[in-house]
C-alpha cells in the first residue's frame, strides 16, 4: 500500500513539471506576442517605451504570480488588460515569466 502511494506521489510530481514546462512553452509563445514589445525580451521593461509612457516598468522575474496575472487581466496603472489573453493563458505567462532573470 505503501509503495503504491509513493508511485502515485511520483507520478503527480512529474505530471506537475510536465504540466509546468508545457505552460512556460505556452507562456512563451504568448509572452512574445502580447508582452515582450513593452516589457523587453527578459522582462526588465522596454526602456523607450517607459520613458514614453513616464512609468517604471518592474522587473516581471520578482513579481508575484497573481500581480502579474491581476495586470494581464484586470490591467494596472497605464497598462489596460490584455484582451487577448484568457485566465489559463494568462497561468502560462505566468510561469513562463518566472523563468525569466530577476
Do not use: R
Not at 513539471?17 to 516589457?39: F, N
Amino acid at each position: 500500500m505503501k509503495m503504491k502511494l509513493l508511485a502515485s506521489g511520483i507520478v503527480m510530481i512529474g505530471l506537475g513539471v510536465v504540466s509546468a514546462w508545457d505552460g512556460a512553452a505556452k507562456g512563451k509563445d504568448l509572452y512574445a506576442k502580447a508582452c515582450k514589445s513593452c516589457h523587453g525580451a527578459e522582462g526588465q521593461g522596454n526602456p523607450t517605451i517607459a520613458k514614453m509612457l513616464k512609468v517604471e516598468l518592474k522587473p516581471l522575474g520578482a513579481q508575484s504570480a497573481a500581480d502579474i496575472k491581476n495586470a494581464i487581466l484586470k490591467g494596472v496603472g497605464k497598462m489596460k488588460p490584455v484582451t487577448t489573453v484568457d485566465a489559463k493563458q494568462a497561468d502560462d505567462v505566468v510561469v513562463f515569466v518566472h523563468t525569466l532573470k530577476k
